[in-house]
């Protein structure tokens, strides 16, 4: 055989983000033999040595943030310029895309994708207009537009929507399928008896997941729940204010920050239910997880309806009632759940990261021929 087709993805970083935890996944389960991924990145990443081991390549360059637009532009050229034996290029920045698959184009790379994972744009309104600038660029040095939901793709693709590809967000299953054995373990690690009701959210700390509304809903649920946890995974630039409101909530001792973890799949044994209260999403893989461990799991209206995989676990409130969310984890906590065994409906409805991956794989060696 001969050398495998290289793809680069171009991120800011490969840190544990729901789009690079897909990447992951994918890159996990596709053929190596045959598809190699390497990376342009901005930031050291989580995920860098097991690229690494994995054999692919982290280049690096600043990210516009650090060094201005003109310089910003000035780096991605260059590397392309250098690196234009690549054939593909996967870009996952959804608007910043637009500067990435320019100069990709302008150095002659053939298929140049831009991937869209969100449905709004990150920062105040100078980044975000920064931002929609950068998007302008998308359609006219794109080849092919991917997307974690139709949302998704309607937010950056626009009238170009319907042309778009709607790549699953998947998951490996099977490691997500409940186990009480691991549950009680995990509780055992956390110090959480098992009659201990278990709240949990994953997601970086940042305005999007909004921690401060979650805050407020564990605070009215734990006075008439005095043996409840909520859990915390992640982290990010608002810690320090979600720290600090944990005080101010006399939480202390009851909301664990577990930080970044490798083992997402264990901890979600642990949890009787997940709150994801984000302002906006596309797909998050994290509520995908959530739903691959069997639990339940109240959402914003916010969120896609594509992000309930039809499984029962799913329901959707306003972020304008927080007394709703409240009577629901009353509800939740007042009832025994059997939690399901599910990873064969994950499959069935094309959330198995091996059917992605396997579509993937396809359609790289299609479109290069």
């Known amino acids: 055989m001969g050398n495998p087709l290289r793809i680069l993805h171009v991120v800011v970083n490969m840190n544990r983000g729901g789009a690079e935890t ?6 996990r389960n596709i053929d190596r033999t045959k598809i190699q991924f390497d990376f342009l990145t901005c930031k050291k990443g989580d995920f860098d040595q097991e690229i690494n081991r994995l054999g692919g390549k982290v280049y690096r360059i600043p990210y516009v943030t650090d060094i201005g637009h003109f310089q910003y532009l000035k780096r991605l050229n260059e590397f392309f310029l250098i690196n234009n034996h690549y054939k593909i290029v996967h870009s996952h920045m959804d608007r910043m895309s637009g500067f990435v698959l320019w100069a990709a184009k302008k150095a002659g790379i053939s298929h140049r994708i831009s991937h869209s994972h969100n449905t709004s744009s990150e920062g105040g309104l100078a980044v975000r207009t920064y931002k929609w600038f950068a998007g302008q660029f998308i359609i006219p040095n794109a080849t092919n537009l991917f997307a974690c939901s139709s949302d998704a793709a309607k937010w950056l693709f626009k009238e170009r929507s319907n042309s778009s590809i709607i790549l699953k967000n998947g998951i490996e299953s099977n490691r997500f399928e409940f186990s009480q054995g691991i ?10 008896s098992p009659h201990t009701f278990v709240v949990g959210h994953v997601g970086r700390f940042n305005v999007q997941k909004n921690h401060s509304f979650l805050l407020d809903i564990f605070a009215d649920f734990h006075r008439k729940h005095s043996d409840s946890i909520l859990l915390l995974i992640g982290d990010g630039e608002l810690k320090r204010e979600i720290e600090k409101k944990i005080r101010n909530l006399n939480l202390v001792g009851r909301v664990k920050l577990l930080g970044v973890r490798e083992d997402i799949y264990k901890i979600l044994q642990a949890m009787d239910v997940f709150v994801f209260p984000s302002i906006h999403e596309g797909l998050p893989v994290s509520l995908i997880e959530a739903q691959g461990a069997g639990l339940p799991c109240i959402i914003s209206d916010k969120i896609s309806s594509e992000a309930d995989l039809g499984m029962g676990l799913v329901q959707y409130f306003s972020l304008g009632d927080k007394n709703n969310w409240v009577s629901k984890l009353t509800k939740i906590a007042s009832k025994h759940i059997d939690r399901l065994s599910v990873s064969h409906l994950l499959a069935k409805r094309g959330f198995d990261i091996r059917e992605a991956a396997n579509y993937l794989e ?3 060696s299609k479109i290069t021929g």
């Open 22 to 27: 897909l990447i992951m996944n994918l890159y």
């Open 183 to 192: 549950r009680n373990q995990v509780r055992d690690e956390l110090q959480l």
């Open 362 to 364: 396809q359609f790289y």
